[in-house]
Structure formats: structure tokens, C-alpha cells
């Protein structure tokens, strides 16, 4: 499986906090190993659109779509039940740096 990113996605990491950044990092090499890793607690999101929701940490999901052999990922964002632990992160917050997500692997 491969990892592959939207513009928007990459524009959402980008201004994520560096704390959120690292731990999408280490999520995203967790849901190349395992989709059923218990970290993630991946789920069904919209069936509709076949779209996957999964947890980068409490208070942040990403969501992605499984086509072939390749995660599509499409958002990173708050949790909609998580707005004390936002309001914590961004006091954190650090300039966006250079778009530059450190996993973009491909695991046979």
C-alpha cells in the first residue's frame, strides 16, 4: 500500500500544529503496516463516498479513501467533540513550514 495526498490535505498538514503533524506521522506509518491497528481505531466513515475516518489523537482525525493498492488522503482536522484540546494545541502552533509530509512510503 502507498500513501497518496490532496492538495487540501497537504494544506490542512501544513497548518496543523507541529504536535498534530508528528502524530499523523506516526499514525500514517501504523495504517500502512495494519488498517485494523487499534491506534487508529479506523472506521467506516461514509459509505456513500466510501469514505474512512481514522484518529491522528484525541483531538484530530484524518480521512481517506481506499482505491487499488493506495490510501487517498483527504482531510486532516479537528474532532468536532475535541475544542478544549484544540484551543490547547493552537497556543502551540508554530508557522506552517514547508509543506513536506515526512511519511509518503510504499510497503509491499
Known amino acids: 500500500m502507498t500513501l497518496r495526498f490532496s492538495k ?3 494544506r490542512s498538514y501544513s497548518k496543523a500544529p507541529k504536535v498534530v503533524r508528528s502524530a499523523f506521522d506516526k499514525q500514517s506509518l501504523l495504517l500502512l503496516q495494519n488498517l485494523h ?4 481505531r479506523a472506521k467506516k466513515y ?3 463516498r466510501d469514505l474512512w475516518q481514522a484518529r491522528v489523537n484525541y483531538a484530530w ?3 481517506f479513501r481506499i482505491v487499488g493498492d493506495a490510501y487517498l488522503l483527504d482531510e486532516i ?3 468536532n467533540n475535541s475544542e478544549p484540546a484544540i484551543q ?6 508554530e508557522p506552517p ?3 513536506r509530509p515526512s511519511v509518503i512510503l510504499q510497503i509491499r
Open 61 to 63: 482525525r484524518f480521512y
Open 77 to 79: 482536522r479537528p474532532s
Open 97 to 99: 513550514a514547508a509543506v
Open 46 to 48: 461514509d459509505e456513500a
Open 88 to 93: 490547547t494545541l493552537s497556543r502551540q502552533h
Open 8 to 10: 487540501h490535505f497537504l
Open 37 to 40: 491497528h487499534p491506534s487508529l
